[in-house]
Structures are given as C-alpha cells and as structure tokens.
C-alpha cells in the first residue's frame, strides 16, 4: 500500500481514524476501491467497515441504477 502525507486541518488531525475512514468510505462509493480495499485502508475487517458506511451517507451496494435496469431487461 502506497503512503500518502495529507495536511489537514488540527481538529482532523484529533480524529485521524475518523477521517481516513471517511475517505476510504467515499472512494468506496466512487468506484476508486473495491470493499475490500476500503476496508483495509480503514484498518478494519470488511464486515466492520461495512457496518460504519451508513455513518458516512455510503451505501454498502454501489451498483448504479442504470446497471441494475440493463441487468433486469436482461432477464
């Protein structure tokens, strides 16, 4: 895993595991990284980091709407 120095705010800095979480969660939502992947940037198990989406306004299923009609027209 690459290593990435972000300059935040000092009230951030308080609630570092906070805020990386909240990244991974919103690059989780983005398509950037796979469940897994966010998890493990979190330092959590996938279940656990699962559980926490909800706190940031994340959806544990990340499948686009349109995705999901084409796959229904499908059937």
Known sequence: MTTITLQVPD???K???DTVRFIAAKLYESGKLSLGEAAAM???PKRT???LL????VSLINYPVSEMLNDAEKI
């Open 15 to 17: 609630h570092e595991h």
């Open 54 to 57: 909800s706190n940031y306004d």
């Open 42 to 44: 979190a330092d959590l």
């Open 49 to 51: 980091f699962s559980d």
């Open 11 to 13: 009230s951030l800095g």
